[in-house]
């Protein structure tokens, strides 16, 4: 009979703790969006560099080497038309100091 005098204890709901009946999906939707977050500022600037290295090493070092290729063609080039060394350095140094001239004059004040 002690039983009986004894206060029963009404079960631990949601609805007893002031918690609407979704809180588990409110909670998981708590969390993903943490990890969202979390990954979006960790692993954003790293897949940036990421895609900068991938756009200098397969856009800007096939240019330099075609640019290095083309200048060594020219010099050729002109060695064979002019048939001196020195006449052909003479010529693409006059254009590149020209080149120059140019752009120094273009330059804002």
């Known amino acids: 009979m002690a039983d009986a005098a004894e206060p029963k204890e009404e079960p631990t ?8 009946e979704d809180w588990p999906e409110q909670a998981a939707d708590a ?7 979390v990954r979006g ?3 954003g ?11 200098l090493v397969f856009g800007v070092f096939p240019l330099v080497i075609v640019l290095v290729l083309g200048f060594i063609a020219a010099v050729r080039g002109l060695e064979v038309a002019t048939g001196r060394a ?3 350095q003479g010529i693409l ?5 020209s080149l120059g ?3 120094w004059s273009r330059r804002p004040s």
């Open 86 to 88: 020195w006449a052909a």
């Open 13 to 20: 709901t949601a609805s007893t703790l002031g918690l609407s």
């Open 31 to 37: 969390v993903v969006n943490a990890v969202d977050k």
């Open 45 to 55: 600037p790293v897949i940036n560099v990421t895609r900068l290295l991938a756009y």
């Open 101 to 103: 001239a140019y752009a």
């Open 41 to 43: 500022v960790t692993t």
């Open 93 to 97: 140094g006059l254009l590149f100091v």
